[in-house]
């Protein structure tokens, strides 16, 4: 599928009606999900992994991969508006191989995924931890694209996993909460990345 299809498939995608910001559920744009894709798609061969999203918010990065061919995608979320409204998505554009799970990834255990994608809280409004997610990651797939904030410290805590630090792409932030004053702004983020094997 063309880029430009992509974009205006993840478009057509239901976002989340009231985000919680303490939660950072900042709605990742269709173009930044496109970019991230095509990153994912230069060094990895999607078709027929089985992968998992991880935080899926409206489920823009899984439903990506399913675009991509992938053979099967996990949904994760802990909200459960996120998990209504991943499972809308899927069911509307038709995916009968993505599975939604209302789920804390720290407490995912014995399982494991050809590979994992993430837009993960940068910790801006939240006390994320990001060096136990990095970890955690790591021991249920070889092979992780994750995006993050642009900054030194990401990059560091990146490194300690074995990730290397890919292409910096803008994410459109939209207006989700009272004290947002713009109507959208936009954020230096970074994909960061691991890969092991391309089965």
Known sequence: MEKKEITKLLSSLKTL????????????????????????????????????????????????????????????????????????????????????FKKDIFDMDNINYDLIVSNPPFGIQSNFDMDSFMQKVSKISKNSFIIVKDNKSMYEIARRYDFDVGK????????????????????????????????
Do not use: W
């Open 17 to 100: 009606e009231s985000a919680n910001f303490r939660l950072e559920q900042y709605q990742t744009d269709p173009k930044a999900a496109t970019e991230f894709l095509n990153f994912i798609e230069n060094l990895y061969d999607v078709s027929e992994v089985y992968a998992a999203d991880l935080g899926c918010g409206n489920g823009i990065l899984g439903i990506g991969l399913l675009l991509l061919n992938a053979k099967k995608v996990d949904f994760y979320d802990i909200d459960e508006m996120a998990i209504e409204t991943c499972a809308s998505n899927l069911k509307n554009v038709g995916f009968s191989n993505g599975y939604v």
């Open 168 to 199: 910096t792409i803008e994410v459109k932030i939209g207006n989700t909460a009272k004290f947002h004053s713009k109507i959208s702004t936009e954020i230096r983020a970074r994909i960061v990345y691991k890969l092991e094997d391309n089965s």
